[in-house]
């Protein structure tokens, strides 16, 4: 799209140049070197606008396509008043040259303003707007990426599944409050709890994926541990931790998942807060 773009405004630079040089001027009544010395003061010109961030480029580009105008009019037939012709051909590339800035500067600030939109578009598209935890299709490569960081620095990392327990009775208490805040409100309570730098992604059925950086499988247990507690002290509702560490407990996304999914079940099946795969090779 930035091409897209960037193409665009080249081609509207160029037709305003050509538009108004060839109006004002009248190109077509020159002789063939003239038109051909003419044709190079067009694209010296568009380089001239196209090169506005740099302002020494453009006005040195600027200075030269007025000394081309005057060789223009120094061959041309017409040789009487070369001086006044120089200094009006000057003055006219200075307005289409200005022209050509000020539309140069509005596509490139349609432009930010379509990158600004684009990327906001796909955040939300990857982030839930209302909970700020990522959605569960966008989560697995933050985990692809987080195995290629670890491998090269050599830094362990832990993924933690967290899953709500007996999420029908829980949605189906006195209070009776409905699923969607549940989720929404435990949703919170692990963003809050999780440090910066770790990622939380929330998938359907009560279920959690946490991306644990830089944190060996003692670290993780000690945070699981904690969000057990806070979820049964702050909303009164019981979860279920499984852990998996790289590189211990697998070297790839997918091993990594399958051994905390592992663990998850485990500790759902035997009533157990946080197991890690060292408890089920125990």
Same mark, same amino acid.
């Given at each position: 799209m930035n091409k897209l773009f960037t193409s665009t405004r080249i081609i509207v630079v160029f037709a305003l140049v050509m538009f108004e040089v060839?109006?004002?001027? %009248?190109?077509? !009544?020159?002789? +063939?070197?003239t038109q051909i010395l003419m044709l190079t003061l067009f694209i010296m010109v568009v380089v001239s606008a196209l090169a506005y961030p740099n302002r020494i480029l453009s006005a040195v580009t600027f200075g030269a396509a007025v000394a081309m105008y005057g060789l223009v009019v120094s061959?041309?037939?017409? !040789?009487?008043?070369?001086?006044?012709?120089?200094? !009006?051909? %000057? #003055? =006219?590339?200075?307005? +289409? /040259?200005?022209?050509?800035?000020?539309?140069s500067r509005h596509l490139e600030a349609v432009e930010q303003a379509f990158i600004r939109q684009t990327t906001l578009i796909e955040e939300l598209s990857v982030y839930d707007p209302e909970t700020g935890a990522i959605r569960a299709s966008h989560f697995y490569p933050f985990i692809n990426q987080e195995v290629d960081r670890a491998r090269r620095y050599r =830094?362990?990392?832990?993924?933690?599944?967290? *899953?709500?327990?007996?999420?029908?009775?829980?949605?189906? %208490? $006195? &209070? *009776?409050? $409905?699923?969607?805040?549940l989720n929404r409100n435990l949703t919170r309570l692990i963003l809050a709890t999780v440090r910066?730098?770790?990622?939380?992604? *929330? %998938?359907?059925?009560?279920?959690? =994926?946490?991306l644990l950086p830089n944190t060996d499988r003692s670290g993780a247990q000690t945070l699981a541990n904690r969000l057990v507690r #806070?979820? +049964? &002290?702050?909303?009164?509702? /019981?979860? /279920?931790?499984?852990?998996? /560490?790289?590189?211990?407990d697998g070297a790839d996304s997918q091993t990594l998942l399958d051994e905390a999914e592992?663990?998850? &079940?485990?500790? !759902?099946m035997n009533a157990i807060p946080v197991v890690s795969r060292a408890l089920l090779d125990a």
């Open positions: 060839v109006a004002l001027l %009248g190109i077509w !009544r020159q002789p +063939a070197e061959v041309s037939e017409a !040789r009487v008043g070369v001086p006044i012709e120089i200094a !009006r051909g %000057g #003055l =006219l590339l200075a307005i +289409a /040259t200005l022209a050509a800035w000020g539309l =830094l362990p990392f832990s993924i933690a599944i967290v *899953q709500l327990v007996a999420e029908e009775d829980a949605l189906l %208490g $006195s &209070d *009776q409050r $409905s699923g969607h805040e910066t730098v770790d990622r939380v992604g *929330q %998938g359907s059925g009560g279920e959690w =994926l946490l #806070l979820a +049964a &002290d702050q909303q009164g509702v /019981t979860i /279920t931790v499984g852990v998996a /560490t790289f590189p211990d592992a663990a998850q &079940d485990f500790a !759902r």
